[in-house]
Nanobody
Framework: QLQLVESGGGLVQAGGSLRLSCAAS????????MGWYRQAPGNEREFVAH????????NYADSVKGRFTISRDNAKNSVYLQMNSLKTEDTAVYYC??????????????????WGKGTLVTVSS
């Protein structure tokens, strides 16, 4: 089992920034591709960003390209999501996820094996 714990969520004004962190434990973190997903009230969970286990390739949802940046530090067993120029529509619970071999279809990443419990991001106008 791989345990994932998100942190860094909170309330921010539109145009502001937040940095989410996800700490992993229990298995070899560096073996896993990592992703961030989010779920807004009344909506289904959606893909946000993905980074390969080596950290040399990333994918982003169109809605966050140019504003969000995913990164990882395998020495610290952590993955991060830097969120800039936040919009009210970014309000959601953000989840960290991990997979050994996720599927990437049309730039969307599927098939994550492990999930955190989420951290709430609220963007006010």
């Amino acid at each position: 089992q791989l345990q994932l714990v998100e942190s860094g969520g909170g309330l921010v004004q539109a145009g502001g920034s937040l940095r989410l962190s996800c700490a992993a434990s229990g298995r070899t973190f560096s073996s896993y591709d990592m992703g961030w997903y989010r779920q807004a009230p009344g909506n289904e969970r959606e893909f946000v960003a993905h980074i390969t286990w080596t950290g040399d390739s990333t994918n982003y949802a169109d809605s966050v390209k140019g504003r969000f940046t995913i990164s990882r530090d395998n020495a610290k067993n952590s993955v991060y999501l830097q969120m800039n120029s936040l919009k009210t529509e970014d309000t959601a619970v953000y989840y960290c996820a991990a997979a050994v071999n996720p599927a990437i279809v049309g730039g969307i990443v599927y098939g994550m094996d492990y999930w955190g419990k989420g951290t709430l991001v609220t963007v006010s106008s």
